[in-house]
């Protein structure tokens, strides 16, 4: 099983950014898929995650809401996260992680990680 994050770089504020995480050895439709991010000295946080219920149902972190949108294209066992309105506080490493499982959590329940990507927000 395999988790390709991919889609980050430097950014100034403001800008947008969409990450793309591109699974490899499972089938995405059946499970929960959650973006983190770590930030320099700080402990990993859940950014935002959505379930592989019919609906899609999405979870963000209050820190993200109305500026990140996370979407699923199961055709292409692949999930992404739109940021847009980019801060210098988004700067981290964004790791995608899964979890078969019909609903998503912010909270740190994955067993499959991605490799993450680098996002700086720096003007």
């Known amino acids: 099983v395999q988790l390709q994050a991919s889609g980050g770089g430097l950014v100034q504020p403001g800008g947008s950014l969409r990450l793309s995480c591109a699974a490899a050895?499972?089938?995405?439709?059946?499970?929960?898929i959650a973006w983190f991010r770590q930030a320099p000295g700080k402990e990993r946080e859940g950014v935002s995650c959505?379930?592989?219920?019919?609906?899609?149902?999405?979870v963000y972190a209050d820190s993200v809401k109305g500026r990140f949108t996370i979407s699923r294209d199961n055709a292409k066992n692949t999930v992404y996260l739109q940021m847009n309105t980019l801060k210098h506080e988004d700067t981290g490493v964004y790791y995608c992680?899964?979890?078969?499982?019909?609903?998503?959590?912010?909270?740190?329940?994955?067993?499959?990680w991605g490799q993450g990507t680098q996002v700086t927000v720096s003007s």
């Open positions: 050895g499972l089938t995405l439709d059946y499970y929960a």
């Open positions: 992680a899964a979890v078969k499982s019909y609903y998503c959590t912010l909270l740190d329940a994955y067993n499959y």
């Open positions: 959505i379930s592989s219920d019919s609906d899609g149902t999405t």
